[in-house]
């Protein structure tokens, strides 16, 4: 089964952190607001690392 990426764009402070660590999967939109990239690899090993650094913890894994 493959991962779901949820992210509470509520919570999302736009600090980046996600995108830094691992551009495959994210990106900030025009509200610097953390999302997932059209192409977004899932499955790279930088997503849990992102996943675990976000400060406020906007960014769930759900397998």
Known sequence: MAKKI???KEV???CGTCVA???KAFKLNDEFKAEL???A???ASCVKEA???????AIKIEE
Do not use: M, S
Not at 51 to 57: H, I, K, L, S
């Open 6 to 8: 949820i992210i509470n």
């Open 12 to 14: 999302c402070i736009g």
């Open 21 to 23: 660590l691992c551009d």
């Open 37 to 39: 990239k059209d192409d």
């Open 41 to 43: 690899d899932l499955e």
């Open 51 to 57: 996943v675990d650094a976000c400060p406020v913890e």
